[in-house]
């Protein structure tokens, strides 16, 4: 009996070690997150900030100003910063927006998507005009829907090849089109 006894005990103790390993390496290891965190961000205010032009070439129908490049530089991160080209909103419903892409997991700090708000109202408000996608030159399909140059330049070739498109089911069509773009700029499409 005494010999079991021991066994339990010895395996408690055992059991006790192993919980007491893992509590002070998550510790160890929440500490550790912190003080790097803390290092990095030191770090990244001391290293001059990197030129826009970079990314300004990338996404060229993103105009100039305040707030470019943090959108760039927080959205591209799940999709393409020019989805906000075709979707112009009131601030209400930029906010909005960000919040939804925050809760989806949109990573910066309060000032980052402060910044992106403020350069999307700026730049991006409501539109009431629709694009005729069957009348629109490419540079009309460019400047007011936010597609690059070739995207537009092949909507219109298609148009011209295959006809006139009756829903944006039919851009969708378009060789090279990515059809998350054309759902993006829909309600800003018009088909008469």
Known sequence: ?????????????????????????????????????????????????????????????LPEGSGKETLIKDCSKCHSPTNVVANGQTREGWEETTLKMVGLGAAGSDEDFTEIVDYLVKNFPPSVVKTNMNKATASEIESQLGFSTKQAEDIVAYREKSGSFKTAEDIKRVPQMDAKEVDARRNRMTFQ
């Open 1 to 61: 009996m005494k010999k079991s006894e021991d066994s339990t005990s010895i395996n408690q103790y055992m059991r006790l070690a192993c919980v007491l390993c893992v509590v002070l390496g998550v510790g160890f290891a929440i500490v550790s997150s912190v003080a790097l965190a803390s290092t990095s961000s030191q770090e990244t205010q001391s290293q001059p900030t990197q030129p826009p032009q970079k990314t300004a070439v990338k996404y060229p129908q």
